[in-house]
């Protein structure tokens, strides 16, 4: 009997329609290995503004941010891909982010991959790595990437042709599912034991 697929929620933290972010993200799931199931999150631009008093134990959510976190609480791992605005991360994006806060759905692996120039980018990543670790997310640090996407890059169809771009996206994702499948072994060891 084959394992249980592990699902893997891709999220992009642009809101533009020809973002290289999404489009490797795309990229990602148009790639996707056997023994993987990924979802690209495409609620962003729907999600209220963070309120606090709209995020109150027992009362309900408001319906975009009910639907990211049932979404967040089925997927075994999250890729994210974000720009950088103003050296830190997109508005949108940090709102998401605040949304999964009271819910502690970002208690699973997580990896991000930069498709920034070489010299682009850190500020996002230094500010997404600031807001996981405060949440204690398990970030997957090995498999945290750089995979550079020009805007010529991104084709038609809205996916990237580059070889070693779609074979980066195919590590990636690799990288997470053996992270997540070593979980699984280490917790049913666990159990066994105890």
């Known amino acids: 009997m084959p394992p249980t697929p592990i699902a893997i929620l891709l999220v992009s933290g642009s809101l533009r329609a020809d973002s290289t972010n999404?489009?490797?993200?795309?990229?990602?799931r148009a790639m996707t290995p056997e023994g993987v199931v990924t979802l690209l999150y495409e609620g962003l631009g729907d999600l209220p503004?963070?309120?606090?008093?709209?995020?109150v134990e027992g009362q309900p959510l408001p319906p975009a941010a009910a639907d990211l976190r049932a979404i967040l609480d089925e997927c075994d791992a999250i890729l994210f891909s974000t720009p950088e605005y103003a050296g830190g991360l997109p508005?949108?994006?940090?709102?998401?982010?605040d949304?999964?806060?009271?819910g502690g759905t970002l208690d699973k692996p997580v990896a991000w991959i930069n498709a920034s120039g070489p010299t682009r980018g850190t500020g996002a990543e230094e500010a997404l790595r600031s807001v996981l670790t405060y949440t204690?997310?398990?970030?997957?640090?090995g498999a945290c990437t750089r995979i550079p996407v020009s805007?010529?890059?991104?084709?038609?169809?809205?996916?990237?042709?580059?070889?070693?771009?779609?074979?980066?996206?195919?590590?990636?994702?690799?990288?997470?599912e053996?992270?997540?499948?070593?979980?699984?072994?280490?917790?049913?060891?666990?159990?066994?034991?105890?």
Do not use: C, M
């Open 99 to 102: 949304w999964t806060v009271g």
């Open 151 to 176: 805007r010529s890059g991104v084709g038609k169809d809205g996916l990237i042709a580059d070889a070693r771009a779609r074979s980066g996206v195919v590590w990636v994702l690799k990288a997470l």
């Open 136 to 141: 204690n997310t398990d970030i997957v640090t």
């Open 91 to 97: 508005g949108s994006f940090k709102n998401l982010l």
């Open 178 to 194: 053996d992270y997540v499948r070593a979980k699984r072994i280490e917790k049913a060891e666990q159990e066994r034991l105890g």
């Open 49 to 55: 503004h963070f309120n606090p008093d709209d995020d």
């Open 22 to 28: 999404t489009a490797l993200l795309r990229t990602a």
